[in-house]
Protein backbone atom coordinates (compact mmCIF):
# COMPACT_ATOMS: atom_id res chain seq x y z
CA UNK A 1 0.00 0.00 0.00
CA UNK A 2 1.41 3.62 -1.08
CA UNK A 3 0.65 6.84 0.62
CA UNK A 4 0.68 10.16 -0.53
CA UNK A 5 2.33 12.92 1.16
CA UNK A 6 0.90 16.43 1.76
CA UNK A 7 1.59 17.37 -1.74
CA UNK A 8 0.19 13.80 -3.27
CA UNK A 9 -3.26 14.43 -4.86
CA UNK A 10 -6.44 14.76 -2.25
CA UNK A 11 -8.04 11.26 -1.77
CA UNK A 12 -12.01 11.92 -3.55
CA UNK A 13 -14.68 11.40 -0.79
CA UNK A 14 -17.51 9.00 -2.27
CA UNK A 15 -16.15 9.32 -6.09
CA UNK A 16 -17.37 12.45 -6.59
CA UNK A 17 -14.81 14.57 -8.38
CA UNK A 18 -13.96 18.05 -7.50
CA UNK A 19 -13.88 20.88 -10.45
CA UNK A 20 -13.36 24.39 -10.36
CA UNK A 21 -15.37 27.41 -9.82
CA UNK A 22 -17.21 29.44 -7.48
CA UNK A 23 -18.88 28.39 -3.97
CA UNK A 24 -22.34 30.06 -3.10
CA UNK A 25 -21.13 32.11 -0.46
CA UNK A 26 -17.93 33.72 -2.98
CA UNK A 27 -21.22 34.93 -5.23
CA UNK A 28 -23.40 36.06 -2.39
CA UNK A 29 -20.44 38.48 -1.52
CA UNK A 30 -19.69 39.84 -5.00
CA UNK A 31 -23.40 40.30 -5.39
CA UNK A 32 -23.59 42.38 -2.26
CA UNK A 33 -20.20 44.01 -3.25
CA UNK A 34 -22.22 44.99 -6.27
CA UNK A 35 -25.39 45.98 -4.74
CA UNK A 36 -23.33 48.99 -2.60
CA UNK A 37 -21.21 50.03 -5.27
CA UNK A 38 -25.04 50.35 -7.19
CA UNK A 39 -26.60 52.07 -3.89
CA UNK A 40 -23.39 55.16 -3.70
CA UNK A 41 -22.47 55.06 -7.25
CA UNK A 42 -25.60 57.48 -8.52
CA UNK A 43 -25.94 60.07 -5.42
CA UNK A 44 -22.30 60.97 -6.17
CA UNK A 45 -22.86 60.84 -9.92
CA UNK A 46 -25.94 63.76 -9.43
CA UNK A 47 -23.22 65.99 -7.33
CA UNK A 48 -21.28 66.28 -10.34
CA UNK A 49 -23.36 66.55 -12.87
CA UNK A 50 -24.10 70.25 -13.37
CA UNK A 51 -20.28 71.17 -13.20
CA UNK A 52 -19.83 68.62 -15.81
CA UNK A 53 -22.72 70.62 -18.06
CA UNK A 54 -21.24 73.62 -16.93
CA UNK A 55 -17.67 73.09 -18.23
CA UNK A 56 -19.64 71.34 -21.21
CA UNK A 57 -21.26 74.76 -22.06
CA UNK A 58 -17.95 76.69 -21.75
CA UNK A 59 -16.11 74.01 -24.04
CA UNK A 60 -19.11 74.23 -26.71
CA UNK A 61 -18.92 78.04 -26.41
CA UNK A 62 -15.26 78.29 -27.32
CA UNK A 63 -15.70 75.82 -29.94
CA UNK A 64 -18.46 77.62 -31.42
CA UNK A 65 -16.37 80.68 -31.47
CA UNK A 66 -13.60 79.19 -32.99
CA UNK A 67 -15.62 77.69 -35.95
CA UNK A 68 -17.20 81.29 -36.39
CA UNK A 69 -13.38 82.62 -36.43
CA UNK A 70 -12.44 79.92 -39.04
CA UNK A 71 -15.89 80.10 -41.00
CA UNK A 72 -15.12 84.16 -41.28
CA UNK A 73 -11.64 83.50 -42.63
CA UNK A 74 -12.83 80.62 -45.16
CA UNK A 75 -15.21 82.78 -46.55
CA UNK A 76 -13.62 85.86 -46.66
CA UNK A 77 -16.15 87.76 -44.57
CA UNK A 78 -16.71 89.27 -40.93
CA UNK A 79 -18.95 86.83 -38.86
CA UNK A 80 -20.74 87.83 -35.75
CA UNK A 81 -21.20 85.73 -33.07
CA UNK A 82 -24.32 87.15 -30.37
CA UNK A 83 -25.23 86.04 -26.71
CA UNK A 84 -28.39 86.67 -25.48
CA UNK A 85 -27.99 86.70 -21.70
CA UNK A 86 -31.92 86.80 -21.35
CA UNK A 87 -32.31 83.87 -23.32
CA UNK A 88 -29.31 82.21 -22.40
CA UNK A 89 -28.46 81.58 -25.79
CA UNK A 90 -25.80 82.02 -28.71
CA UNK A 91 -25.90 82.39 -32.42
CA UNK A 92 -23.73 83.67 -35.72
CA UNK A 93 -25.31 84.64 -39.06
CA UNK A 94 -26.49 81.97 -41.04
CA UNK A 95 -26.45 79.51 -38.26
CA UNK A 96 -30.23 78.17 -37.82
CA UNK A 97 -29.50 76.49 -34.47
CA UNK A 98 -28.90 78.36 -31.97
CA UNK A 99 -27.40 76.64 -28.21
CA UNK A 100 -28.59 76.84 -25.09
CA UNK A 101 -26.51 77.63 -22.08
CA UNK A 102 -27.28 75.97 -18.76
CA UNK A 103 -29.93 77.75 -16.32
CA UNK A 104 -27.76 76.97 -13.04
CA UNK A 105 -24.96 78.59 -14.68
CA UNK A 106 -24.08 82.27 -13.86
CA UNK A 107 -23.07 83.83 -17.13
CA UNK A 108 -20.97 87.19 -17.53
CA UNK A 109 -20.04 88.44 -21.13
CA UNK A 110 -17.60 91.44 -21.59
CA UNK A 111 -17.48 92.72 -25.05
CA UNK A 112 -16.83 96.39 -26.96
CA UNK A 113 -19.98 95.96 -28.59
CA UNK A 114 -22.98 95.43 -26.59
CA UNK A 115 -26.98 95.91 -26.79
CA UNK A 116 -28.78 95.54 -23.85
CA UNK A 117 -28.94 92.17 -23.18
CA UNK A 118 -26.90 90.91 -26.17
CA UNK A 119 -23.46 90.83 -26.95
CA UNK A 120 -21.11 90.80 -29.85
CA UNK A 121 -18.50 88.95 -31.02
CA UNK A 122 -16.56 90.43 -34.41
CA UNK A 123 -14.45 87.93 -36.43
CA UNK A 124 -12.62 88.96 -39.41
CA UNK A 125 -11.74 87.47 -42.55
CA UNK A 126 -7.81 88.44 -41.53
CA UNK A 127 -8.43 85.93 -38.69
CA UNK A 128 -8.50 89.06 -35.91
CA UNK A 129 -11.67 89.69 -33.87
CA UNK A 130 -13.32 92.48 -31.58
CA UNK A 131 -12.13 90.83 -28.79
CA UNK A 132 -13.66 90.35 -25.43
CA UNK A 133 -14.70 88.13 -22.70
CA UNK A 134 -17.15 85.35 -21.46
CA UNK A 135 -17.22 83.26 -18.40
CA UNK A 136 -18.95 80.75 -16.80
CA UNK A 137 -19.01 79.88 -13.13
CA UNK A 138 -21.20 77.71 -10.99
CA UNK A 139 -20.47 77.27 -7.18
CA UNK A 140 -17.20 78.98 -7.04
CA UNK A 141 -15.49 77.00 -10.51
CA UNK A 142 -15.80 79.20 -12.80
CA UNK A 143 -14.22 78.73 -16.57
CA UNK A 144 -13.69 81.92 -18.79
CA UNK A 145 -13.29 81.84 -22.54
CA UNK A 146 -11.09 85.14 -24.07
CA UNK A 147 -11.04 86.06 -27.91
CA UNK A 148 -7.71 88.10 -28.43
CA UNK A 149 -8.60 91.07 -30.13
CA UNK A 150 -5.34 91.20 -32.57
CA UNK A 151 -5.12 87.33 -33.57
CA UNK A 152 -8.72 85.98 -32.78
CA UNK A 153 -7.28 83.30 -30.73
CA UNK A 154 -9.95 81.70 -28.38
CA UNK A 155 -8.90 80.10 -25.23
CA UNK A 156 -10.78 78.43 -22.72
CA UNK A 157 -9.25 78.79 -18.75
CA UNK A 158 -10.32 77.05 -16.00
CA UNK A 159 -10.59 78.88 -12.53
Known amino acids: ?68 RSTAMADNREVVVEIDLERRTYHWQGQRIRAELPSHVALDVLTGDAVGTRGQFHFYPDGSASGGRASLAWRGREWVVDIDWLTGRVTLDEY
Open 1 to 68: MTRHGASGPAPQACGVERRAGFTLVELMVVLAIVAMTVAVVPPLVVKVMPAMQAQAAARELASGLREA
